[in-house]
């Protein structure tokens, strides 16, 4: 008897073929494809281990301009690693400040970044540097109009390699990212500032080539952003994902920016994956990123426990449309829960005596994805972390807010000055420099801000790491009763 066997092993796609076996006897052969076959499931099985990029103990600054500052999108990434990571304590820090630019994150480099003494530094920038008032229409035939804008770009190119360098010295580790789009294919209301997203493409391109030139991971916003918008427009000349004013995202367009980044930089996709078999033992050799215990199978009812190791990553409500222009569930929010050798039936599942759903023998052999579900405890207990960094984000806002102010408003003399010192300045400052501006109202509450939460600044600061303590003992893994009882 002559067999030839084939392995594939598709996680690298190298083939084992061994020579023709004439004289191994069946009890060899036999033994030896069982060990081979528990190899190939190990690999299998070992594919969906991906380890995060940011490990435990790591301090991250997000650096950037207004849209960095608004905080919305890394605080998507910071739940998602809170929520995915639980035993993983990653410190996220905004060091973002409203209207920078290249050259201002020189002037700040050691007093507002490297202070922090980060591991990893993430850096978009470039709204500003194009100078985006040199695209106004009422400029279109202004003598050297052109050399103006080719300027700004080369710039902003220097500047960039040097805040790369600096960034980089020391063993840090730098994540680029390319600039987010200006909307100028939209029918908003906002003037329509033409080129603005062309010159941000330049920008991205340049990204890229000292990703390229020093070997390091970056993050495309300025693609997928610009192919939703053309998307969406097609149907709606208004809609957009970015907001009004063409320039800053909502909460939809800081969702896919946060999927753009998780995706890019090799975030896990599972929550878990569980899967009941006919023991304890198979369950938990067939499951990934969770335990099964405690499995009973009774009269057509199923119950077990269960202990996963993350939770399911909560969307905010805001946000929620985003999952229609982004495949972030499929590809970043699977809880999958599958029963092997069930019978044909209809069956309501509870988890923690919390009726979840009714699912078919079908589906459920299938796999159905509890993270779609707002009623399990997970996600329950995945809710109230993101209420926590909801506060940790507007805590960080209003820190961000006192730097910008006396970074860019307050000279050096008056920064420590008296309240009614630094209000009588601001007001002047106010009137003289925006009095005009579309953007009027927008530094009135800034400074507004300022004054009332100065005095606070230590007060704020000191609550954001007590949050950060009080999200990940939250987020600890627990098990839970899983019940599936048929019913007519």
């Known amino acids: 008897m002559i067999i030839r066997i084939i392995f594939i092993k598709f996680s690298d796609y190298v083939f084992f073929d061994s020579s023709t076996i004439s004289t191994m006897n069946r009890t060899s052969l036999i033994f030896k494809i069982v060990f081979l076959l528990l190899i190939f499931r190990h690999a299998i099985s ?11 103990g790591d301090k991250v600054c997000f650096v950037g301009n207004s849209i960095t500052n608004n905080g919305q999108f890394y605080n998507f990434v910071n739940l998602y690693y809170a929520t995915r990571y639980p035993d993983r304590k990653v410190t996220f820090i905004n060091c973002g400040i409203s209207g920078d630019v290249t050259g201002g994150i020189l002037n700040r480099m050691d007093s507002d970044i490297l202070i922090h003494k980060p591991d990893w530094c993430v850096l978009m920038i470039g709204m500003n540097d194009v100078n985006r008032s040199l695209y106004s229409g009422s400029r279109l035939n202004e003598p050297g109009i052109e050399k103006k804008k080719q300027q700004a770009l080369d710039l902003y190119c220097r500047n960039l390699e040097t805040i790369v360098r600096k960034l980089r010295e020391d063993g840090r ?3 680029l990212q390319k600039p987010s789009i200006y909307d100028q294919t939209g029918n908003q209301t906002t003037e329509n500032l033409i080129g603005v997203n062309d010159a941000l493409k330049k ?7 000292l990703a390229n030139k020093y070997n390091l991971p970056i993050v495309d916003y300025w693609t997928i952003l610009t192919g939703i918008n053309k998307t969406i427009q097609q149907r709606d000349p208004a809609a957009t994902i970015i907001g009004a004013d063409r320039v800053h995202p909502g909460a939809q367009g800081h969702l896919v920016m946060a999927y753009e980044f ?3 930089t090799g975030a896990q996709k599972y929550v878990s994956d569980i899967v009941v078999g006919k023991t304890d033992a198979e369950s938990n050799k067939l499951s990934f990123n969770c335990v099964v215990k405690n499995l009973i199978r009774n009269n057509g009812a199923i119950e077990f426990s269960v202990r996963e190791n993350s939770l399911p990553f909560p969307v905010d409500e805001s946000a929620e449309p985003a999952l229609d222009l982004v495949n972030f569930t499929n590809e970043l929010n699977q809880q999958i829960l599958k029963v092997k050798n069930v019978p044909a039936d209809q069956y309501q599942l509870f988890i923690d005596s919390i009726r979840i759903g009714s699912f ?3 589906e459920l052999q299938k796999g159905v994805n509890l993270s779609l579900f707002k009623n399990t405890p997970q996600y329950q207990q995945a809710l109230k972390i993101m209420d926590l960094y909801n506060e940790y984000r507007k805590n960080q806002l209003l820190y961000r807010n006192i730097v910008t102010i006396q970074i860019h408003h307050l000279p050096d003399t008056l920064k420590n000055a008296e309240r009614n010192v630094q209000e009588a300045f601001l007001s002047r400052r106010l009137e003289e420099k925006y009095k005009t501006s579309p953007q009027y109202v927008y530094y009135t509450n800034q400074f507004k801000s300022y004054l009332a939460n100065k005095n606070k600044e230590k007060e704020i600061r000191d609550a954001m790491p007590e949050i950060i303590e009080k999200a990940y003992s939250s987020g600890k893994p627990a098990f839970h009763t899983f019940k ?3 019913y007519p």
Request: proline share 7%; hydrophobic share 45%.
């Open 46 to 56: 070992a594919q969906r281990v991906i380890e995060p990029v940011f490990k435990d």
């Open 173 to 175: 580790k730098l994540i």
């Open 203 to 209: 920008c991205a391109d340049f990204n890229e080539q």
């Open 262 to 264: 998780l995706r890019s």
């Open 360 to 362: 078919s023998s079908v």
């Open 484 to 486: 599936l009882i048929p």
